[in-house]
T-cell receptor, first 113, second 111 residues
Framework: DAGITQSPRHKVTETGTPVTLRCHQT?????MYWYRQDPGHGLRLIHY???????DKGEVSDGYSVSRSKTEDFLLTLESATSSQTSVYFC????????????FGDGTRLSIL | GESVGLHLPTLSVQEGDNSIINCAYS??????FIWYKQESGKGPQFIID?????DKRQGQRVTVLLNKTVKHLSLQIAATQPGDSAVYFC??????????FGTGTSLTVIP
């Protein structure tokens, strides 16, 4: 299994609070991604990174920010959480952009009350 | 955005039978495809991939078929086992680094 650790695995918080999710990889892969998974939808890309300090928006980036200060860590921040951000969040990594698999962590289940 | 889907939401098969899971993709420019397996409480796990210059690719007990004419992808699992029970979904990759994922088919294997 790819060495991807997501933390925390579960979190319950209140609307309006800031939340940071962490993804840590031991594979030294260049690309890292944050997705959300909701019933009735496929995985949807929030943000991705193509190197240290290099990030770009995905399909559903509103309300989220990311940072990557080290190759191994990619942080996802909800500045002011809303109930619509209740979801399961997955981090993924890949060596190259496209045409090869992305490998996923086991997710963070986030509930915003 | 992309639309990947037309999965049957659920599929039940007897242990030992073959399973076929289908997926339709939307972008004719997509040139790479992946099947993932997701067990409850876990992240998606890579099963098999195929590039658009191929029609078929085989792995251990799994085969992926690609029909570019009708933009259709299928996953065949031979001799399905209880451990194969999971959600299976496909992903398409148009040129670039973005993937578009289907909503998945829940496979239940009946002992």
């Amino acid at each position: 299994d790819a060495g991807i650790t997501q933390s925390p695995r579960h979190k319950v918080t209140e609307t309006g609070t800031p939340v940071t999710l962490r993804c840590h990889q031991t594979e030294n892969h260049r690309y890292m991604y944050w997705y959300r998974q909701d019933p009735g939808h496929g995985l949807r890309l929030i943000h991705y990174s193509y190197g240290v300090k290099d990030t770009d928006k995905g399909e559903v980036s509103d309300g989220y920010s990311v940072s990557r200060s080290k190759t191994e860590d990619f942080l996802l921040t909800l500045e002011s959480a809303t109930s619509s951000q209740t979801s399961v969040y997955f981090c993924a990594i890949s060596e190259r952009a496209g045409r090869q698999p992305q490998h996923f962590g086991d997710g963070t289940r986030l509930s915003i009350l | 955005g992309e639309s990947v889907g037309l999965h049957l939401p659920t599929l039940s098969v007897q242990e030992g039978d073959n399973s076929i899971i289908n997926c339709a993709y939307s972008n004719s420019a997509s040139d790479y495809f992946i099947w993932y397996k997701q067990e409850s409480g876990k992240g998606p796990q890579f099963i098999i991939d195929i590039r658009s210059n191929m029609d078929k690719r085989q792995g251990q007990r799994v085969t992926v078929l690609l029909n570019k004419t009708v933009k259709h992808l299928s996953l065949q699992i031979a001799a399905t086992q209880p451990g194969d029970s999971a959600v299976y979904f496909c992903a398409e990759n148009p040129p670039g680094n973005q993937f578009y994922f289907g909503t998945g088919t829940s496979l239940t294997v009946i002992p």
